[in-house]
């Protein structure tokens, strides 16, 4: 056969028939002197059982149209070959080294979205190359030219609609009788999908890097406050980085998947597996949770009958575990020969596959009677390079061969699971670390003498663990009672933290000077100096019992809210600005004498700011509110005011809430002054 040869599989040849001939002689401005065309066929979901099918025609043309030869012995229907080629599901193009296109597929047109007849007029290095590549693609085919063999390479095409897309292209070349470049034959794979799940998980990436450096920035400041808090902190620091480590190889691995992309449909399919069973892993920050999915999705991916985890305790293994196996079996305490698998894999330090476990002297009789085990491919979790633990998946119906993609992905299961558990330990780290500064910003005294007060602080939302809200009340040496009320820009453990700092500073200075302007002046300097990012607002009052004289200053804070039999309003006197922010701030206190019954609420913004469609609570409702409730025991009287807000709001808050309420306890006796 001269200008025609076919290659197929055991079904034999594919022909073409005489007019099928005559339709591709019809097809004008093609010169084809080789195609190769390698495609997967499908049927929905499932794969062809089998394999792949190769194809490899060779026509060979005279003159200016298509003219292809072939005898009649051959066999071929050109008409098929076209078809198949114009059907497959992998884009293929034929260009001209002047820029024409020649010959492309129905998915080459689909993916472009030009039709046919566009393409005759179009020029494949310029209008379909967008300006950046084509310096790079004329160097990959000038490497193409020299070394005559195919090359593959990434680019974007530019589509019709002007949007681009990512492809891979593999190349191959003609030549004519004078050995110049005469057309390229491409066939390209589109890497949308590709290119979208690495940006996914950089964007993931870029987030646990974002939360360990504000996690590592926090440990210093917080070693000065609490010397258990701070020793945790630095802990959790080290421990961050080596989560980013821990990222890190998994980020490698997962490229490492990503290149076996197009192989064998068994790679492909553990690929995915491995992929869903990691963002399965990642949305969960249970322990348990983790270690059941990670059994189930790691079954199902390999077509285990079963598995079980088998954990490290003292000298011998405990069963924490099981999917697919009776349930009775986990906390059941092993030895190292009980756990004979698990001590198996301990030993070789990596991935045991046992491929007939009844033959292996490793495998004691306890554990094929256990689990009915007939072969095992056992995984190591690690932390800190020691191994804790093994997970291991199950066949029971006979002898099994493990292949290098089943190895390879159970290597990478462990180490997702090892990352996932790591993650989850060090979340509770960061909740525990979190509640106690919450408990530090909150604490409040069981009693002071003269005063009856009732708090609450309630965050904006569940998941967060600590914020900048703080309030407090405190004898001074006096007699008299300092009360305050705070509230630190930003949100999280920075937050908390200036917020401990603000808090504990201001009970100095006020046990050493009871002007409430002198001690928020003496504050504001210390931010300063230690250069604290953000501002603070802050209300902060003296109460003298013997004269029932309360002294107040306020620092950028909601202003006070005093309630008393004649009628409810508002603090007078200026607002100054934050703290934290100018070197000159000054401010000038204001004075206000209570009587027997009066209640106070201090606040924070969260209360008035809270938001309904865009309408806020405001001062008038809260005002509002606080007229109606007065009458309720000040116990009640916080979260009654927190129920007005939620009302209004539908249960959501944009910001924390902190509310302190007090009444003074004294029959003050002379004239006012």
């Not at 495609?39 to 490899?56: K, N, P, S, Y």
């Not at 390079?385 to 998946?393: A, K, N, P, T, W």
């Not at 006096?478 to 999280?492: K, N, R, T």
Request: proline share 3%.
């Amino acid at each position: 056969m001269d200008g025609l040869t076919l290659v197929g599989n055991e079904h034999g040849l594919i022909d073409l028939n005489a007019a099928q001939e005559e339709r591709l002689r019809g097809t004008p401005v093609i010169t084809v002197d080789e195609i190769l065309l390698l495609d997967a066929f499908r049927h929905g979901d499932r794969q062809v059982e089998d394999g792949l099918m190769q194809v490899a025609v060779r026509v060979k043309l005279e003159g200016p149209g298509l003219e292809a030869t072939a005898s009649e012995d051959d066999g071929v229907s050109l008409d098929l070959l076209a078809g198949i080629v114009e059907n497959a599901s992998q884009p293929v193009g034929i260009g001209f080294a002047d820029g024409r296109l020649g010959v492309f597929n129905r998915a080459y047109s689909e993916l472009l979205g030009y039709s046919q007849g566009e393409f005759q007029s179009l020029d494949w290095s310029v209008d379909l190359t967008p300006a950046e590549w084509r310096e790079f693609e004329a160097k990959k085919l000038g490497e193409l030219q020299e070394t005559g063999h195919p090359v593959t390479y990434e680019k974007q095409y530019i589509r019709k609609n002007g949007s681009r897309i990512p492809v891979e292209l593999l190349v191959h070349m003609a030549r004519d009788a004078d050995g110049a470049p005469l057309y390229y034959y491409s066939f390209i794979t589109d890497l949308t999908e590709r290119k979208q799940a690495e940006a996914e998980r950089e964007r993931l990436l870029a987030q646990e890097r974002e939360l360990a450096h504000e996690l590592a920035s926090t440990n210093d400041e917080l070693q000065s406050q609490n010397e258990e808090i701070a020793a945790q902190a630095e802990e959790l620091e080290a421990q961050t980085e080596e989560l980013a480590a821990q990222i890190e190889e998994l980020r490698v691995a997962h490229e490492e998947l990503a290149v076996l992309y197009g192989r064998e449909l068994e790679d492909a399919r553990l690929k995915d597996a491995l992929t869903q069973v990691d963002q399965s892993l990642i949305s969960s920050l249970e322990h348990t949770e983790i270690l059941d999915r990670a059994l189930k999705d790691g079954a199902h991916a390999l077509g285990a009958e079963g598995a079980v985890l088998e954990v490290r305790e003292g000298d011998g293994w405990v069963v924490r575990s099981v999917f697919d196996l009776p349930p009775d079996l986990v906390d059941l305490h092993l030895s190292r020969e009980e756990a004979s698998v698990a001590t198996a894999m301990e030993e070789t330090g990596g991935v045991l596959a046992l491929e007939d476990a009844r033959l292996d002297r490793r495998v004691s009789a306890s554990t094929l009677s256990r689990y009915g085990t007939t072969a095992a491919l056992a995984l190591p979790i690690r932390y800190r390079d020691r191994i804790v633990g093994s997970l291991q998946f199950l066949f029971v119906s006979g002898p099994r061969r493990f292949s290098a993609a089943e190895i390879d992905f159970a290597g990478k299961l462990a180490v997702s699971v090892a990352l996932a558990l790591e993650n989850a330990r060090l979340f509770e780290l960061q909740r525990n670390i979190a509640s106690q500064l919450q408990q530090t910003i909150l604490e409040m005294p069981a009693g002071i003498p003269h005063l009856r007060f009732s708090h609450l602080y309630r965050a904006a939302t569940e998941e967060a663990l600590v914020g900048g809200d703080f309030y407090d009340a405190f004898e001074l040496e006096d007699g008299s009672i300092a009360l305050l009320v705070g509230d630190v820009s930003g949100h999280g453990i920075n937050a908390a933290r200036v917020a401990t700092m603000v808090k504990a500073s201001l009970v100095a200075f006020a046990h050493s000077n009871t002007d409430p302007d002198d001690v928020l002046g003496l504050v504001n300097q210390l931010l300063l100096r230690k250069s604290v990012p953000g501002f603070t607002s802050l209300l902060f009052a003296v109460l003298h019992p013997d004269t029932g004289m309360l002294t107040y200053c306020s620092a950028g804070h909601p202003n006070l809210l005093l309630g008393r039999a004649t009628g409810v309003g508002f603090s007078q006197g200026a607002n100054h600005t934050p703290l934290g922010i100018f070197p000159d701030w000054s401010c000038s206190s204001e004075s206000v004498r209570l009587e027997p019954g009066d209640t106070l609420l201090f606040y924070t913004d969260g209360l008035t700011e809270a938001r309904r469609e865009g309408e806020l609570f405001g001062e008038d409702r809260l005002m509002e509110a606080f007229r109606g409730k007065l009458d309720l025991p000040l116990e009640e009287l916080p979260q009654a005011l927190l129920g007005e807000v939620l009302a209004f709001t539908g249960g959501k808050l944009q910001d924390d809430v902190a509310i302190l309420a007090v009444q003074p306890l004294f029959e003050r006796s002379g004239e006012d002054g």
